[in-house]
């Protein structure tokens, strides 16, 4: 077989779609790379700094970016979802639906669409901590590099007042859903995770408390670019963060929950005690953990963060999260482990861990794979599609990475018949 | 630190005497933060520790025995419901128990109890004879092969004086609703629930298997209970002792008699009314809305909640055997009970449980709320409904 049949299709554009995709692609294999977001980078995107070097995910996602761009075996569709997908391995016909962004190559992000539009939307990378604008661009280095218009806003007069601010023809209302048929030799499938549904964890006060946030959010409060400028504040009053509850195994271990270790929560919430140890170094910080978890050289990090005074450890899985009306601070308690005593700690901020649940568990593809209880997907199964990254099991980023250049190989291989 | 030598041979007796997934447990000290005794000051709250208690179990070290260590435990299964690893620890608790109960170092106050249960087949040191006293007047009729239901009264109901008129509501409203039903009487014996609990097996077993022989030889298909605490003992402890009934809590027969209309309630009576959820009812039984439904069908009854309610409702503190055991006014869980139902302006806290009217009424009478708030059973506020 010649390199025309070495045709691959990813789907999901978050780190794994896209290492997968460029490793691909840049050993000769033509790839089309689908995102349902309309810009790439996944989760990834919303992180403040990776651990446990503490540098920020934009530097690595840029380089990727500056990959795709420069590579013509790479075709990238946003806005893209799978409408249907069947064949075997050798031979998949996939069709696509892409939605319309209302805003075409043209635009050139100088922001006069948002600047006019006033209806204002929850802003989905800030896990809707923020509004924003409904003619906005994603973040500020999405790529494509282009603003997109919400569907809820057009046919109405102020997708009409954008189209008018554009000085430049690239809003386009009349754009309609298209389809796309691609024939492709492997399918990689790298829709990722999403954060445990933590309300389902009553007692934690997710939902009922404002200043009882995710780990996931507290990424955003603390990014440079995220709904507060970087400033950790309190969401309920936006008084500075003075102390943090750092609660581990927020639904995970749990066989009501989540019952598997996410394996990356406790160097996540080390890490955000950093964030807030280095933002204001008068704060204090409480991490209650079941056990830390901090695997093979992650314990050099562990043992950083553990050497600062103002981060207290204690073992404790926390069983209540109230809020204090005298001081108006989070009250956390539960059983502090090592000393058999109560744990009763007032903080400005509570953030629950919160676990990964594959992409897979809600949006499974229509050919079959192997999966485990919890829907992580544990082999190709009779479909040959190709599992990469948090789909299979929950990984950080340097894992994810690994897992999908591995994942690249097999689709090179399997689009070629080999 | 001290360094402490492991007892395998008690841990492995503990295991045996019935705490089988006492090695489950990861201490992570959730069932202790969420146990209602974090609740309360005092004695109890200090030393009852049921995630350390465990691990000196599987360690099999001594030091947990005392009535306000081991024996605090309400079995209100708050925790049980949250374990992450789903281990059973009221489970745990009676094994625990048990290895004690068997060698007759059960806490002094439990000991007439059991003395009780044994000579007389009730927790009350009642005469067995006097079982149906409670029904004088009322004309109840005995279970025979004609009757659909066997009513099975709680001993609390047969003897206590003030819990003798939910006894005799649970009767007047289920005659209302049609229901065909009859007890046994003296020949009846407790069903075994709190002994069980209080950790003596045998005691529990000989209660058990003596109604069983009653019931099964007079021909009992259907049971319905006035305590959530006998449900929860017909329906989980007796089938593997031979006893297969269908058993409902008198609030599910009466909500569903009013959801038919075969039961008319006048609403003279009815007003704000805060409901708290008996542990056995909620969350041992996964019973909260038939009494809820009940309460709706009484015509301008406006149901209040507690701010704890349904799975998170806390406990009146007379599980497990503790409404035998004294604990002191301002360390009791039914105060915390009490002072919510007041704070949600109601002037009517009803429950469904013997033990609970018995622990709120006295907490309600203690602090001196009894003008404020009056503790009633939902069978009586049927009945004064009628």
Same mark, same amino acid.
């Given at each position: 077989m010649g390199d025309e049949n070495r045709k691959i299709l990813v789907v999901g554009g978050g780190i794994s779609g896209i290492t997968a995709a460029i490793e691909a692609a840049e050993a000769g294999a033509e790839v089309t790379l689908i995102e349902r977001?309309?810009?790439? &980078?996944?989760?990834? !995107? /919303?992180?403040? /700094?990776?651990?446990?070097?503490?540098?920020?995910? !934009?530097?690595?996602?840029?380089?990727?970016?500056?990959?795709?761009? /420069?590579?013509?075996?790479?075709?990238?569709?946003t806005l893209a979802e799978i409408e249907s997908l069947s064949g075997s391995p050798g031979n998949y016909q996939a069709v696509l639906k892409l939605n319309p962004r209302y805003v075409n190559d043209n635009c050139t992000c100088c922001g006069k669409c948002s600047e006019v539009c006033e209806t204002q939307i929850p802003n989905p990378v800030n896990y809707g901590m923020d509004t924003m604008p409904a003619a906005y661009l994603p973040h500020a280095m999405a790529f494509p590099f282009k603003y997109v218009l919400d569907p809820g806003i057009v046919g109405t007069e102020e997708a009409r007042k954008c189209l008018d601010a554009c000085k430049y023809n690239a809003i386009d209302l009349d754009m309609q859903p298209a389809s796309l048929n691609l024939n492709v030799g492997s399918v990689v499938w790298a829709t990722g995770w999403d954060p445990y549904e933590v309300e389902k964890v009553d007692y934690l006060g997710f939902g009922k408390y404002p200043d009882v946030i995710t780990s996931v959010m507290f990424e955003r409060l603390s990014a440079y670019n995220g709904p507060t400028g970087g400033k950790i504040i309190r969401p309920s009053d936006g008084k500075p963060v003075q102390?943090?509850?750092?609660?581990?195994?927020?639904?995970?271990? +749990?066989?009501?929950?989540?019952?598997?270790?996410? &394996?990356?929560?406790?160097?996540?919430?080390?890490?955000?005690?950093?964030?807030?140890?280095?933002?204001?170094? =008068?704060?204090?910080?409480?991490?209650?953990?079941? +056990?830390?978890?901090?695997?093979?050289?992650?314990?050099?990090?562990?043992?950083?963060?553990?050497?600062?005074?103002?981060?207290?450890?204690?073992?404790s899985k926390i069983a209540r999260v109230s809020i204090d009306r005298e001081s108006g601070q989070m009250l956390v308690e539960g059983e502090d482990i090592g000393r058999s005593e109560k744990?009763? /700690?007032?903080?400005?901020?509570?953030?629950?861990?919160?676990?990964?649940?594959?992409? !897979?568990?809600?949006?499974?593809?229509?050919? =079959?794979?192997?999966? +485990? =209880?919890?829907?992580?997907?544990? &082999?190709?199964?009779?479909?040959?599609?190709?599992?990469?990254?948090?789909?299979?099991?929950?990984?950080?980023?340097?894992?994810?990475?690994? =897992?999908? !250049?591995?994942?690249?190989?097999?689709?090179?291989?399997?689009?070629?018949?080999? | 630190m001290e360094t402490k030598i492991p007892f395998l041979e008690v841990s492995d007796a503990i295991v045996m005497s019935g705490a089988e997934t006492l090695y489950w447990c990861m201490q992570c000290g959730l069932c202790t933060g969420t146990c209602p005794w974090r609740l309360v000051p005092g004695e109890a709250s200090e030393q009852f520790n049921v995630r350390l208690v465990q691990r000196m179990g599987q360690l099999g070290l001594e030091g947990f025995e005392s009535e306000n260590c081991l024996f605090a435990c309400t079995t209100?299964?708050?925790?049980?419901?949250?374990?992450?690893?789903?281990?059973?620890?009221?489970?745990? *608790?009676?094994? @625990?128990?048990?290895?004690?109960?068997?060698?007759?170092?059960?806490?002094?106050?439990?000991?007439?109890?059991?003395?009780?249960?044994?000579?007389?087949?009730?927790?009350?040191?009642?005469?067995?004879?006097?079982?149906?006293?409670?029904?004088?007047?009322?004309?109840?009729?005995?279970?025979?092969?004609?009757?659909?239901?066997?009513?099975?009264?709680?001993?609390?109901?047969?003897?206590?004086?003030?819990?003798?008129?939910?006894?005799?509501?649970?009767?007047?409203?289920?005659?209302?609703?049609?229901?065909?039903?009859?007890? %046994?009487?003296?020949?009846?014996?407790?069903?075994?629930?709190?002994?069980?609990?209080?950790?003596?097996?045998?005691?529990?077993?000989?209660?058990?298997?003596?109604?069983?022989?009653?019931?099964?030889?007079?021909?009992?298909?259907? *049971?319905? %209970?006035?305590?959530?605490?006998?449900?929860?003992?017909?329906?989980?402890?007796?089938?593997?002792?031979?006893?297969?009934?269908?058993?409902?809590?008198?609030?599910?027969?009466?909500?569903?008699?009013?959801?038919?209309?075969?039961?008319?309630?006048?609403?003279? @009576?009815?007003?704000?009314?805060? @409901?708290?959820?008996?542990?056995?009812?909620?969350?041992?039984?996964?019973?909260?809305?038939?009494?809820?439904?009940?309460?709706?069908?009484?015509?301008?009854?406006?149901?209040?909640?507690?701010?704890?309610?349904?799975?998170?409702?806390?406990?009146?503190?007379?599980?497990?055997?503790?409404?035998? @055991?004294?604990?002191?006014?301002?360390e009791r869980f039914a105060e915390l009970r009490i002072t919510e139902a007041i704070e949600s302006g109601a002037k009517t806290l009803v429950t469904s449980c013997p033990y609970c009217i018995t622990m709120l009424e006295d907490s309600c009478n203690v602090m001196g709320k009894q003008s404020e708030l009056k503790v009633m059973d939902l069978s009586e506020l049927v009945a004064e409904n009628l």
């Open positions: 977001n309309p810009y790439l &980078g996944g989760r990834v !995107t /919303q992180l403040n /700094q990776y651990f446990p070097k503490l540098c920020p995910p !934009t530097c690595g996602l840029e380089i990727n970016f500056r990959r795709i761009k /420069q590579n013509p075996k790479i075709s990238v569709y102390s943090i509850a750092l609660v581990q195994c927020a639904g995970s271990r +749990d066989e009501n929950h989540l019952a598997y270790c996410s &394996g990356i929560c406790c160097l996540a919430s080390l890490k955000h005690a950093t964030y807030l140890r280095e933002k204001n170094p =008068d704060s204090k910080v409480y991490m209650f953990y079941i +056990d830390i978890r901090a695997m093979g050289k992650y314990e050099d990090f562990y043992v950083k963060v553990q050497s600062d005074e103002n981060v207290v450890l204690t073992k744990v009763k /700690q007032l903080v400005d901020l509570v953030v629950l861990a919160v676990g990964m649940k594959p992409g !897979t568990a809600s949006c499974k593809p229509s050919l =079959d794979m192997d999966y +485990d =209880d919890f829907g992580f997907v544990t &082999g190709s199964g009779s479909s040959g599609l190709i599992p990469a990254g948090c789909v299979k099991a929950p990984m950080e980023v340097a894992a994810s990475l690994q =897992d999908s !250049t591995a994942a690249a190989l097999k689709a090179i291989s399997t689009a070629m018949g080999r | 209100c299964r708050a925790c049980v419901d949250r374990c992450p690893r789903g281990v059973d620890i009221i489970g745990n *608790i009676r094994g @625990m128990r048990a290895m004690l109960a068997e060698v007759g170092t059960i806490p002094p106050s439990l000991k007439p109890i059991a003395g009780s249960l044994h000579s007389q087949g009730n927790p009350w040191s009642g005469p067995r004879e006097k079982r149906t006293e409670w029904t004088e007047g009322l004309d109840v009729p005995a279970f025979s092969a004609d009757t659909e239901y066997l009513l099975f009264v709680c001993c609390t109901s047969c003897y206590d004086i003030r819990s003798r008129k939910i006894a005799k509501a649970v009767v007047t409203s289920l005659r209302a609703a049609g229901i065909s039903f009859g007890i %046994v009487g003296a020949e009846e014996s407790c069903c075994g629930e709190s002994i069980r609990k209080i950790g003596d097996e045998a005691l529990f077993s000989k209660l058990a298997e003596s109604n069983i022989n009653l019931y099964n030889g007079k021909g009992v298909k259907k *049971i319905i %209970v006035t305590s959530p605490h006998c449900l929860y003992t017909f329906n989980n402890e007796y089938p593997e002792l031979g006893g297969e009934y269908e058993v409902y809590h008198y609030t599910e027969i009466l909500a569903q008699a009013a959801a038919e209309g075969k039961i008319s309630l006048s609403g003279k @009576m009815a007003g704000e009314v805060v @409901m708290h959820d008996p542990c056995y009812l909620g969350r041992h039984n996964d019973i909260y809305d038939a009494p809820r439904n009940l309460i709706t069908s009484i015509p301008g009854a406006d149901i209040k909640e507690l701010a704890r309610n349904r799975k998170n409702s806390v406990c009146c503190g007379g599980g497990g055997g503790r409404v035998w @055991m004294e604990t002191k006014a301002g």
